[in-house]
């Protein structure tokens, strides 16, 4: 018997709601606990840079919460204003974290290589998808090969949001790994700066899995419709 996939998206809802709140909580605990030698988010993101020798990506300060990235195309580490300047453990492990991204890109590391290449081609997709997926949805008995045309177009977002998983893990343990090595974080705030991490890259786990979720019900739809 198959499983109802409202249940499943019902499921992955809740799921999502859960990991959000708890990162959330997670990095605002952390976030009033000060890292052991004092630096700042910009401080610590620079700091990891020399450390690899790299001298041609830029620290700067973007406007709201939870903005943080790595743009490879500027070379440029954005951090949010409360990370930017902020001297607490939440912010040392995202500013390691980003930075992480920038080594990545420095060493051609392999995820983030594919990664970018899938940009372009994602983009393309998310600009058309709802519309095709819609439209593939009224006209499945007369036109199915629009809903099929919509789902391999979905299928891509997918593919990229399970190709950014080691993309991110990787990122956090070059983070975790630099931040022991050079005694940003004492033992116990390490555990800390961990935690914080790795509900971090819960959220995209989360992600990933409700992608495929969505996707299997259009091909639900579609095979259905089919046997129909």
Do not use: C
């Not at 910009?42 to 990506?57: F, P, S, T």
């Not at 300047?85 to 040392?92: E, K, N």
């Not at 629009?146 to 177009?153: A, Q």
């Amino acid at each position: 018997m198959a499983m109802n996939p409202w249940v499943i998206f019902i499921g992955v809802m809740i799921l999502s709601w859960i990991v959000s709140a708890t990162m959330k909580s997670r990095f605002k605990k952390y976030s009033k606990i000060p890292v052991d030698n004092g630096m700042s988010g910009k401080e610590i993101a620079e700091r990891m840079l020399m450390d690899n020798g790299i001298y041609d990506v830029t620290v700067e300060s973007v406007p709201w919460r939870l903005t943080d990235h790595y743009n490879p195309e500027k070379k440029t580490i954005n951090l949010s204003q409360d990370v930017y300047s902020s001297r607490s453990i939440a912010a040392a492990a995202v500013a390691a974290h980003e930075t992480g991204h920038a080594v990545q890109h420095a060493t051609a590391y392999a995820w983030l290589g594919f990664r970018s290449k899938m940009v372009p081609i994602v983009s393309f997709s998310s600009r058309w998808i709802q519309w095709v997926l819609l439209g593939g949805i009224i006209l499945v008995n007369t036109f199915p090969a629009l809903l099929f045309t919509g789902i391999v177009l979905f299928a891509l977002t997918t593919l990229f949001s399970f190709i950014t998983l080691p993309v991110e893990f990787n990122a956090s343990q070059r983070a975790l790994a630099w931040l022991s090595e050079r005694g940003i974080t004492s033992y116990e705030n390490q555990a800390k700066a961990k935690d914080a991490l790795k509900w971090a890259a819960s959220t995209y786990v989360v992600a990933a899995i409700g992608s495929l979720a969505t996707l299997l019900y259009y091909v639900m739809i579609f095979t259905g419709a089919r046997e129909a």
